[in-house]
């Protein structure tokens, strides 16, 4: 009947569609595209049951010179082994759920609903009795009706958990075993991250990281113009606050040691360079060069060490041995600007922030509480790279926005009454 329907509308072009007819036109191919599934999972499994290598037994897919039935599915749709394979998997699934078959086979539900279901039912189906079962099929095809494959799968392995909770149990250990995190080789300036975690690592991990990425950031000066939101992607959020997390950890005077010391990233520059801000400089264990600028950077962020070189290569000192403002610094800061990023309307707090020199050590800045500032690490990029400016008044931060000639008002950030203690 859909198949009727659509081929009553051929040929058409959507455009020339009102909003009501667009959204009947794109149902009735939807049901269409049900019947073309139904009818390919029903020849997929005749084909199957014809070609049953049971000893003796007349298989079709010989007949046809292959030897498996997805061979032959392969051949004669000319589609991939993989969805050949795949289809002949779902045909045997199906035939273990009746109340799913039946309905993926006259059109009620698309053939992705119908894996769902099939996918977590047929391992939770062995050892439970068939009538509960069968009642959880027709809860879920009923949902398929009506709802996305996606919302169908959810509800599935919610359904299926329920039926044998030591599957479950079985689940979560393999998942366990399975688990890995890697960081892959520096190519292009980046490096890949793959991995497999437990959902409750998962779980962890996605929750701080949300709460990196999300922190209000409601920048406002009045009267005067308006700084610009954070433009940064979800997925750079979450990079930059994976890099935060452990920059944090490395601060910490309570982590674990490596060698006698705390974790530390070596960034390589020459005295030369430094000084221009521009060429190359090179991190500890990367075989490729990143910029000055980065090496610059990082003076003033934890858990990176800054090794200078003269221009023949001989060593000339470790940057951060001076550079970096102690705890008892960090302290003080808080003290004075209160327990944020100092940035107006930041709300990062100053323990995931990085000291930052308003007056660079290379311009002859002291590691001082009256030259240091906690920024968070997005607004640190946006004070190294503009268009974020920081001034010290009689000891205390001042800060102002300035992008494409437009510039805001020098505006005071301090908000503790309480008096910095002593560094």
């Known amino acids: 009947m859909a198949l009727t329907q659509l081929a009553a509308l051929l040929p058409v072009d959507p455009c020339t569609l009102t909003d009501q007819q667009v959204v009947d036109f794109l149902g009735r191919v939807s049901a269409a595209r049900r019947q073309i599934e ?33 061979q032959a599915v392969e051949a004669m749709t000319g589609t991939s082994g993989k969805s050949a394979r795949r289809l002949v998997a779902d045909v045997e699934d199906l035939a273990k759920l009746p109340i799913v078959e039946a309905a993926v086979l006259d059109g009620r539900i698309g053939r992705e609903s119908a894996e769902a279901i099939a ?82 690592h998962a779980a962890t991990i996605r929750t701080v ?55 530390m990233v070596w960034v390589t520059t020459t005295e030369a360079e430094l000084a221009a801000g521009t060429g190359l400089a090179f991190i500890a264990g990367s075989s490729e060069p990143t910029s000055v600028s980065v090496a610059r950077k990082v003076a003033c962020s934890g858990g990176l060490q800054e090794v200078v070189l003269t221009e023949a290569g001989a060593f000339l000192r470790l940057g951060r041995t001076k550079r970096g403002f102690n ?75 300035s992008y494409g000639g437009t510039v805001a008002d020098w505006q005071a950030v301090t908000t503790s009454t309480q008096a910095p203690v002593s560094p």
């Open 209 to 263: 990281l949300d709460g990196y990425a999300s922190p209000k950031r409601k920048v406002t000066f009045e009267p005067g113009p308006q700084a610009p939101v954070d433009p940064r992607t979800i997925g750079q959020k979450y990079a930059d606050g994976l890099r935060d997390v452990f920059a944090a950890h490395a601060r910490d005077a309570d982590t674990l040691e490596v060698g006698g010391d705390h974790p």
């Open 327 to 401: 705890r008892r610094q960090r302290r003080a800061m808080v003290a004075r600007d209160g327990g944020e990023c100092i940035i107006p309307g930041c709300t990062v707090p100053a323990y995931r922030a990085e000291a930052h020199h308003v007056v660079s050590w290379l311009e002859g800045g002291p590691t001082d509480v009256d030259n240091g500032v906690l920024l968070c690490p997005f607004h640190h990029d946006q004070v190294e790279s503009g268009p974020w400016q920081i001034r010290m008044v009689d000891g205390r931060p001042q800060v102002r926005w």
């Open 38 to 70: 139904a009818l390919e999972l029903a020849g997929a499994a005749e084909l199957n049951r014809r070609s049953d290598p049971a000893p003796g037994g007349d298989s079709l897919a010989k007949r046809l010179g292959h030897k498996t039935a997805a």
């Open 119 to 200: 996918g977590e039912l047929t391992k939770a189906a062995e050892g439970v009795a068939p009538s509960e079962v069968a009642a959880v099929e027709a809860e879920l095809v009923e949902l398929a009706a009506a709802a996305p494959a996606d919302r169908v799968r959810e509800e599935a392995h919610k359904r299926a958990a329920h039926l044998t909770p030591d599957l479950v149990e079985q689940r979560a250990a393999a998942a366990h075993e399975k688990r890995y995190f890697w960081i892959g080789k520096e190519e292009g300036g980046l490096a890949r991250v793959s991995g497999l975690l437990p959902v409750e």
